[in-house]
């Protein structure tokens, strides 16, 4: 009797620990699928470190304005001090960021113009469509590719054979003047922008944020790669219509680029709650920088702590805000300033986190999506740098901040020399990131272990 009872609590017990099993767990978190992710490239245009308030120190934080939605996105992410851009300036920064090539290797070696202008630069007329692309790289893992924004390596003015948007791995794209398939909503006529355009200058940042949000939302079911690149904040500004009746070729005062800096910041909250919106967020992987440093800087304040502005190799035309929020992978809040990146490593990072083993092209850069998930690391390529190779075509900024025209950066040193050997100057980027005290003359072992792997460098590249 006693056995049979026993028998029978066992099996109730039994019965019951199977049917709880069977229960949904409600405090345990659903297994999310392995996706990969959505990767936002947003690249601004002439953007200097301290243009970002959670870049700036305490002496230029008033006379900038607040960045509200991007130092958000700092907040949520992961905020970088040494990310430098591949060139000082735009046409060969965006090369170096789209091959994973230092830009010289593909003859892009300032701002694309004109033929004459090209042929004085000693370079191409636009990027070779043979050459690597991120985009074409990520369509192989299954992606989704668009670009929407300023392109400017190839196309506009009298270069009428440059290859279409399309050839470098894109399946969308809006553009501005400056490329070869312009969007004639923002292009009315020949030239950067008119009155009579459909989307008018002050609001073509929102027409490619909506660009990029519907794209995401066309394309669902598959990981969506997107270059988000507009051409603010460069100059002139254009904030609104009382200024372009005023200034029809826009201007360069302090007024109107805080104008311009604040909807560009508007612009970064809308995409950010958009992607909330579709349902995206967790898994987007949404890069934040710039493609070269700030002209004008008023008196340094938009360059910060850093010697320097675009067209020069110190750290104010080339060290670049950089944050990464990716809400499924990356620690929030986080600071990392040991690791030192490049924009010739993203290509072999986004094939990375695309799932892809390696590009077909080895190229520059470093894979560095370990970094990017939030894990610092060491970097173990030298980085190089070239502008400059002649007076004829090329701008310099005044005074102190023209620098000589090729620079490495191996470690915390930076070498920076001229083309003929001239011009030494090595600074300690630990101690001295604003460049100020020339250490060379105490340093004549590191000096000349360093200058030659530089000169050798550019000696190696493509000339004429």
């Known amino acids: 009797m006693h056995i049979r009872l026993a028998l029978s609590a066992l099996t109730v017990v039994l019965l019951l620990s199977g049917f709880a099993a069977s229960l949904p767990r409600f405090d345990a978190k659903p297994k999310q699928p392995n996706r990969l992710p959505n990767i936002i490239l947003i690249l601004i245009d002439d953007m200097g470190s301290a243009d970002v308030g959670c870049y700036r120190s305490n002496s230029s934080a008033s006379q900038l304005p607040p960045t509200p939605n991007i130092d958000r996105l700092a907040a949520e992410g992961i905020r970088f001090t040494n990310y430098y851009s591949a060139a000082p300036i735009c046409s060969p920064s965006r090369v170096g960021l789209t091959t994973g090539d230092v830009p010289g290797k593909w003859r892009i070696t300032s701002f694309l113009a004109d033929r004459k202008h090209n042929r004085t630069c000693q370079q191409a007329d636009f990027l070779d469509a043979s050459a690597p692309s991120v985009a074409r790289e990520l369509k192989t893992a299954g992606y989704a590719t668009a670009h929407f924004g300023k392109w400017h390596m190839g196309g506009g003015r009298d270069v009428d054979n440059a290859p279409g948007i399309r050839q470098y791995g894109f399946d969308e794209y809006a553009s501005t003047w400056e490329s070869p398939d312009p969007d004639l909503l923002l292009t009315s006529t020949d030239w950067i922008w008119a009155k009579s355009d459909s989307v008018k200058r002050w609001n073509r940042t929102a027409y490619f944020v909506d660009k990029t949000l519907d794209f995401l939302k066309r394309n669902s079911g598959k990981p969506c790669y997107i270059n988000l690149w507009p051409d603010d904040v460069h100059t002139p500004w254009v904030p609104d219509e009382m200024t372009l009746n005023e200034f029809p070729k826009g201007t360069e005062k302090p007024r109107e680029f805080k104008a311009v800096l604040a909807e560009l910041d508007v612009q970064i909250g809308r995409l950010m709650a958009g992607l909330k919106a579709l349902g995206v967020d967790d898994n987007t992987l949404v890069v934040f920088t710039s493609d070269n440093g700030a002209l004008p800087t008023f008196q340094g304040s938009r360059s910060g702590t850093f010697r320097g502005s675009k067209l020069s190799l110190y750290e104010g035309g080339i060290r670049m805000p950089f944050i990464v ?36 092209s080895p190229g520059d850069g470093e894979n560095r999506a370990a970094v990017l998930l939030g894990k610092p690391g060491v970097r173990k390529k030298p980085l190089f740098w070239e502008y400059g190779r002649n007076n004829e075509s090329f701008r310099y900024p005044a005074g102190r901040d023209k620098s000589p025209n090729l620079a490495i950066r191996e470690g915390n040193w930076k070498l920076l020399v001229n083309d003929d050997g001239s011009g030494t100057e090595l600074y300690n980027l630990a101690t001295d990131p604003s460049e100020q005290m020339d250490v060379s003359g105490q340093q004549p072992k590191l000096v000349g272990a360093m200058r030659p792997k530089l000169l050798a460098w550019r000696a190696g590249l493509a000339g004429e």
């Open 325 to 360: 929020r990716y809400p499924a992978q990356t620690p929030k809040g986080k600071v990392d300033s040991l690791s030192v990146l490049s924009a010739v490593d993203l290509l072999p990072t986004f094939v990375s986190l695309a799932g892809k083993k390696g590009s077909r």
